[in-house]
Nanobody, 125 residues
Framework: QVQLVESGGGLAQAGGSLRLSCAAS????????MGWFRQPPGKERDFVAA????????YYADSVKGRFTITRDNAKNMVYLQMESLKPEDTAVYYC??????????????????WGRGTQVTVSS
């Protein structure tokens, strides 16, 4: 079992930045692909970004490409989401997710069996 705890959410102004962190424990972190998903108010949860187990491949939703950066530190069992040029439409609960490394589509939520509880990000205009 993998436990995930997100942190770093909060309130930011449009154009500002935030850095989300996700601490993982329970299994060898380097064997897991990691993803970030978000759920805006009243909407479904959607893919944001993913990084493969060794950190060599990253994937982004079109809506965040060029603004968000996902990284991981396998020595610290951490994954990060650096968010720049924030927009009000980035307001959402952000979730960290983990899955045993696989070649399955990174954007598919049900390929991730492990989820954190989420952290709220609110961007004001």
């Amino acid at each position: 079992q993998v436990q995930l705890v997100e942190s770093g959410g909060g309130l930011a102004q449009a154009g500002g930045s935030l850095r989300l962190s996700c601490a993982a424990s329970g299994r060898p972190f380097s064997l897991y692909d990691m993803g970030w998903f978000r759920q805006p108010p009243g909407k479904e949860r959607d893919f944001v970004a993913a990084i493969n187990s060794v950190g060599g491949r990253v994937y982004y939703a079109d809506s965040v490409k060029g603004r968000f950066t996902i990284t991981r530190d396998n020595a610290k069992n951490m994954v990060y989401l650096q968010m720049e040029s924030l927009k009000p439409e980035d307001t959402a609960v952000y979730y960290c997710a983990a899955r045993p490394m696989t070649t399955l589509q990174y954007t598919t939520q049900n390929t991730y069996p492990h989820w954190g509880r989420g952290t709220q990000v609110t961007v004001s205009s």
